[in-house]
């Protein structure tokens, strides 16, 4: 019973355009499409552009983390895949995405070298 008057004198006085509406509603999510590019999008794609640069910087003689937790060193780079000696002896093929993270950066062998 208190509610109608003040609904039928808002309504009647106000005289407002649809485009209001639309206008508070863009107001409101321009920022949000902003904050969530700053806050999301943007630091996932340095991540992911830190990442391809630690790949592509892959050498023989790095001592490598793998996403799956196993810590091994590079003995052989391909250009897609690479040799990771887990253990003396074992040696496992490992995709380059797979590699989490290079702890060591060792020396680059020659090509012609005798493993020692």
Same mark, same amino acid.
């Given at each position: ?12 006085a106000a005289g407002a355009s649809p ?41 023989? /003689?790095? =001592? %490598?983390?793998?996403?799956? !937790?196993? +810590? &091994?060193? $590079?003995?052989?780079?391909? #250009? ?8 003396? /002896?074992? =040696? %496992?093929?490992?995709?380059? !995405?797979? +590699? &989490?993270? $290079?702890?060591?950066?060792? #020396? ?9």
């Open positions: 019973m208190f509610a109608t008057p003040a609904f039928a004198q808002a309504a009647g485009m209001d509406g639309l206008l508070q509603q863009a107001i409101f999510i321009v920022p949000m499409i902003l904050l969530f590019y700053f806050l999301l999008i943007r630091p996932q794609q340095q991540r992911a552009k830190r990442h391809q640069a630690m790949i592509g910087a892959v050498k023989r /003689g790095d =001592t %490598v983390v793998l996403s799956s !937790g196993l +810590i &091994g060193k $590079v003995v052989r780079v391909e #250009e897609r895949e690479v040799g990771v000696e887990i253990a003396t /002896g074992v =040696t %496992v093929k490992v995709i380059k !995405g797979m +590699i &989490g993270e $290079v702890r060591t950066r060792g #020396e680059p062998a020659p090509a012609n070298d005798s493993k020692t």
